[in-house]
Nanobody, 121 residues
């Protein structure tokens, strides 16, 4: 069992930046693909970014590519999402996600509880 806890959400003006963190319990963090999804009000949850277990591969949704950067620190059991040039349409609840192995995030084994990001215009 893996428990994921997000932090770092908040209110920011358009053009600003935020960094989300996701801490994971357990000693096997380094064998999980990690990532972020988001869900805006009235919309389905959507993929934002993913990072392979050793951090060598990263994947981004078109909507965030070039503005968001995903990273991880396996020694600290933590992944991050640096969000720059934020837009009002980035407003959503952001969820940390984990999947055992190096097979992407088409299937998610564990979810965090979510953290709210609100971007004002």
């Amino acid at each position: 069992q893996v428990q994921l806890v997000e932090s770092g959400g908040g209110l920011v003006q358009a053009g600003g930046s935020l960094r989300l963190s996701c801490g994971a319990s357990g000693r096997t963090f380094s064998i999980y693909t990690m990532g972020w999804f988001r869900q805006a009000p009235g919309k389905e949850r959507e993929f934002a970014a993913a990072i392979s277990p050793n951090g060598s591969n990263r994947l981004y949704a078109v909507s965030v590519k070039g503005r968001f950067t995903i990273s991880r620190d396996n020694a600290k059991n933590t992944q991050y999402l640096q969000m720059n040039s934020l837009k009002p349409e980035d407003t959503a609840v952001y969820y940390c996600a984990a999947r055992l192995g190096d097979n992407g995030l088409g299937q998610v084994d564990y979810w965090g509880q979510g953290t709210q990001v609100t971007v004002s215009s």
